[in-house]
């Protein structure tokens, strides 16, 4: 047996043998590197918004833009005030009418400076506000997509090149498809290729054809006949070598006397993210759904819920996010039961619910809602799976016989250094095509169905804790498609109960959840002027 100390010394003789070939062996890797030819693999990764080629492009644009200027105008009244201005001003609608219900024949819209209601309760008005431009300009430099930039190929060049539409993978290599040159025979005919993100190249040689910085970001074309430096220019090839996930490359493509742009697009494609569920004819709802809720008070609520959900679908999984302070069981199968920190709130609760979804779908219901004949899961899927609408939302009808679908559109104008405003108006876009009962809307009820990553990727703010619904669809704006169908009805158990017939809990639950305080109104008027860096906010 060995004693502990000549085990030690071992370890060390060993550890000594380490540490010698660790050193060597770095040695010898920075060696290497020192040799490597001149070509360093360090790249300036910061967001950027300008290259010397976008000032090259600007200056075309402007000359573009001031020529001409002599020549008269006249402006069309009712087509340019439809033209985005740009400059929004907080004002509600104007009173027109002033009759008995006028407000209910003709709703206007009300307008909240969001601007003074945050800005004036807050210590450092300026400090805020400052904080704001500075996160929303990195903001900016962040979310830059140089296929934004207007790229006009002008009349009259001799050159031909694809305007959009070409792409190449991360250090990839393409063919650049379609350049061209068409001019008059001369002695000498000749194109520069000048490229930011990448390389040129050649995949094959043609006669009497000399091409200069090849594998250069500058590579040069010429030759004494045409239609020979045509059939070349069918072979230039574009090396990406300054890696990016999502970016672009814009191409300068010149000839003597002219120069056009192109872009390139850098990147992956999009990750899909496929589900699995079988191949049956008929939707098969337990596998294709799961029914989130949130629960806080009402396990009387939530047992009715699950009871009528069983009623039409026994086997369909249903997630519960529960962050009541003295949690009771909620057992049975298919039911996933999660506790959460006492009064964690309710974005939080459906940020956790639909984090733990596994199936395509969630469908989103409240925990006081009541499954009828009439809420049919399989419409739902039946419009997601057909359109592309990423969420879909049904109505709720009240015990009052009341039915409501709460669809809204909602359009963001920009309003300049103090902020955006933000329009939300009762209404819907368009009636869907094949389902004559739904329409695309911006925001919809909250018992709705949605393509489970989609929603994930959109989350729900975990800061609003009572109330916040809107919310969610002011983040989803641009990123979800929304459809809402007034003919999948979800019941609401009774809501309007007379105060002195209210259990004890139910009291306790409207306290928690209607009572908003000044700190609630503050932070949602800090989301809206912070977050999502708006001025204003009218609705109707
Ligand atoms: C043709 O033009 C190219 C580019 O301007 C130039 O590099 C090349 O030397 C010219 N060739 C002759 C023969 O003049
Ligand atoms: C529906 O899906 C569930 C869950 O994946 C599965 O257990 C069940 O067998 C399926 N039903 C049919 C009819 O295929």
Known sequence: MQSAETKKTKMRATCKKCVWLILVFGFLLALVHIWSPGNSSRVDIRPKEWSPINTNLNGKLQKAVNDFQDIPYHIKEDAACRLARNTCVCVADKKTVNLPFSNLLWPQAWAHDISMAFLESHPDPKGVKQRRAKEYQSFQRRSYDPTDVLVVAEAQSPLQYPTQGVKVR????IIIPGLGLKEEKQSNHSVHLTATLGTFDVAATVDRVYVTGVGEKQMTV????LSALNRQLQFVTYTNTVFH???ADTIQFATTGHSAFFTIKVGHGTMPTLYNFGSQKEYNISALVTIATKTFLRYDKLNDLINSIRQYYPTVTIVIADDNQHPQPVTGPYIEHY?????KGWFAGRNLA??????????????DFIFTANTK????????????????G????????????????MSVEEGGEEGDCLHIRQGYHHVIDGFPNCVVADA?????????DKLQQVGFNPRLARQGHLEFFVDALGSLHIGSCSDIIVSHASKIKLPWTKSDQQKAYDKFRYTQSNSDDNLHNEIYYFKNRFKCMTSN
Do not use: C
Request: glycine share 6%; hydrophobic share 45%; charged share 20%.
């Open 245 to 247: 996930p999502r970016t």
């Open 222 to 225: 010429w030759s004494p006949v």
């Open 377 to 392: 899961l399989e419409m739902m899927v039946d419009i997601l799976e057909k359109t592309t609408l990423d969420m879909v």
């Open 354 to 367: 639909v984090s733990q979804v596994t199936t395509k779908y969630v469908l989103w219901a409240d925990d």
């Open 444 to 452: 919809v009820i909250n018992f709705f169905m949605g393509r489970t």
């Open 170 to 173: 991360p250090l990839k290599t």
């Open 339 to 343: 506790i959460m920190p006492f009064g």
């Open 394 to 409: 049904g109505a709720v009808r009240e015990v009052t016989g009341y039915t409501a679908t709460f669809r809204h559109t």
